[in-house]
T-cell receptor
Framework: DGGITQSPKYLFRKEGQNVTLSCEQNLNHDAMYWYRQDPGQGLRLIYYSQIVNDFQKGDIAEGYSVSREKKESFPLTVTSAQKNPTAFYLC????????????FGSGTRLTVV | SQQGEEDPQALSIQEGENATMNCSYKTSINNLQWYRQNSGRGLVHLILIRSNEREKHSGRLRVTLDTSKKSSSLLITASRAADTASYFCATDDDMRFGAGTRLTVKP
């Protein structure tokens, strides 16, 4: 079955370190997205990519970086410049065209220790 | 900011009761989607309603859309404890989600 896979499920990082979260999809979706969710809060858009080799900043891009070298993959790097990185990170993808919904991964919980 | 805003923020009901949550949006849309998020999990797409549709059903879910009021409602009938989750709406390709409605169904 097609889907979107995020790994790892849990990630611990020391302050000052960069860490990369993986997101892979085999749905042949063109668009991919990264969101951050804090406890009891909604989703905030970090970065998105509508096509390979192109991506755009979302609402809270500072301290994060992404790449989109392959259609299937959209990794997110949380850099040491992100002052409060502890959060739940969700990746999503979407088929191009009208009237399609988003498919989400199961998330990565990042904790800074 | 996001297009869709859910209301109420939180809802607590007894098992077997119906749960209704609402979504308001700001500009014209082609479609509106509802999602469920169980604690610590990703969002799951529940239903999509197109702008030319007024009502749509899927199992115990009933979604209505009123484009004149720029609002949608999600009704969950005969709720179960397993329906406890947060529910979000989104429109078209907005990419953004509101804070959601946190539904608690007590056994």
């Amino acid at each position: 079955d097609g889907g979107i896979t995020q790994s790892p499920k849990y990630l611990f990082r020391k302050e000052g370190q960069n860490v990369t979260l993986s997101c892979e999809q085999n749905l042949n979706h063109d668009a991919m997205y990264w969101y951050r969710q804090d406890p009891g809060q909604g989703l905030r858009l970090i970065y998105y990519s509508q096509i390979v080799n192109d991506f755009q900043k979302g609402d809270i891009a500072e301290g994060y970086s992404v790449s989109r070298e392959k259609k299937e993959s959209f990794p997110l790097t949380v850099t040491s410049a992100q002052k409060n990185p502890t959060a739940f990170y969700l990746c999503a993808s979407k088929r191009s065209g009208p009237n399609y919904g988003y498919t989400f991964g199961s998330g990565t919980r990042l904790t800074v220790v | 900011s996001q297009q869709g805003e859910e209301d109420p923020q939180a809802l607590s009901i007894q098992e077997g009761e119906n749960a209704t949550m609402n979504c308001s949006y700001k500009t014209s849309i082609n479609n509106l989607q509802w999602y469920r998020q169980n604690s610590g999990r990703g969002l799951v797409h529940l239903i999509l309603i197109r702008s030319n549709e007024r009502e749509k059903h899927s199992g115990r879910l009933r979604v209505t859309l009123d484009t004149s009021k720029k609002s949608s409602s999600l009704l969950i009938t005969a709720s179960r404890a397993a329906d406890t989750a947060s529910y979000f709406c989104a429109t078209d390709d907005d990419m953004r989600f509101g804070a959601g409605t946190r539904l608690t169904v007590k056994p």
